[in-house]
C-alpha cells in the first residue's frame, strides 16, 4: 500500500486505480477510486498544469488522435493534495478520410495497425526501401505462420467516389507455393472489421513470385463508399 503526504504534513491517501471508460480521437474519458472520502481531485494530462475535477471523474478533450498521452490524478483533502497515481492510454485511431493520401512510413508506429503476431515492422532501410528510407516489412524466412496479417487503419471512401484508388509498391522475395504458405492475399472488408472474418473478400492474389524488384499493385474501393 502506498500513501502520499501533503507538504504540510497531513495525511492524505493518492486515489485508487485509475480506470478509462472511453476513448475517442480527441478525448479520453477516466474516473478513479477515491481513498480518503473525497468527491474531487487534480488531474494533470501529459505533464501540464493540474486542473480541479469537481468529482471522481474527468474528460480530458483537444488531445492528438492515435497517441498516448499520460495521466496523473492527485486526491484533494482540503486543505492538503496526495501524491499522484498515474496512467497511460490511447486515444482512438482517427480514419483515413481525406484524399489523396500518402503513407510513406516514415517514423511510424504501428500503433494503429493490426499486427497481431507481431511479425510485421516498420523497416529503416534506404537501400531497401521504394522511396526514402522507410517500408513495411515482414521477414517471412520459411517460418512465418500461414495465417500472418497486418490491417491498415480505416478507410472512409466517399460516397461520390470515383476511381479511387489504392495502390502500392511490394516487392516479394521468395516462393510462397514452394514455403507451403499459399498465396500472398489482400483482401478488403466493408466493415473496418480488426480481425480476418467473413466480412472480408479477397481482391488480389499473387501466388508464386521470385522478384528483386519492386512491383506496383493496385484496387479500386468505390464499391466500398
Known amino acids: 500500500t502506498t500513501f502520499g503526504y501533503a507538504p504540510g504534513g497531513a495525511f492524505c491517501r493518492k486515489p485508487g486505480s485509475l480506470t478509462l471508460d472511453e476513448a475517442t480521437t480527441e478525448s479520453l474519458s477516466f474516473h478513479w477510486t477515491p481513498r480518503n472520502g473525497e468527491s474531487s481531485g487534480l488531474v494533470s494530462i501529459d505533464g501540464g498544469a493540474y486542473d480541479v475535477a469537481t ?10 488522435h492515435s497517441s498516448a498521452h499520460s495521466v496523473a490524478v ?3 483533502c482540503d486543505p492538503d493534495t496526495s501524491t499522484a497515481t498515474t496512467a497511460s492510454w490511447m486515444t482512438a485511431c482517427a480514419p483515413i478520410e481525406e484524399f489523396p493520401f500518402l503513407e ?3 517514423g511510424l508506429e504501428l ?3 493490426v499486427n497481431p503476431a507481431n511479425d510485421w515492422q516498420v523497416l529503416n532501410s534506404p537501400s531497401s526501401a521504394y522511396e526514402g528510407t522507410y517500408m513495411l516489412y515482414n521477414y517471412m524466412n520459411g517460418l512465418v505462420a500461414a495465417n500472418s496479417y497486418i490491417i491498415s487503419p480505416e478507410i472512409i471512401v466517399p460516397s461520390d467516389a470515383e ?3 489504392l495502390s502500392w509498391f511490394a516487392q516479394i522475395r ?6 507451403s504458405h499459399g498465396s500472398f492475399e ?5 466493415d473496418a472489421s480488426t480481425t480476418i472474418d467473413d ?7 499473387v501466388d508464386s513470385i521470385f522478384n528483386f524488384n519492386f512491383l506496383r499493385y493496385s484496387v479500386l474501393l468505390d464499391e466500398y463508399a
Request: charged share 10%; hydrophobic share 35%.
Open 104 to 106: 510513406t512510413f516514415e
Open 55 to 64: 468529482d471522481t471523474f474527468y474528460t480530458a478533450y483537444g488531445l492528438t
Open 74 to 76: 492527485r486526491a484533494f
Open 163 to 165: 476511381d479511387l484508388e
Open 199 to 205: 466480412s472480408y473478400t479477397t481482391v488480389l492474389v
Open 111 to 113: 500503433t494503429c495497425w
Open 186 to 190: 489482400v483482401l478488403i472488408s466493408g
Open 174 to 179: 521468395g516462393n510462397y507455393s514452394s514455403q
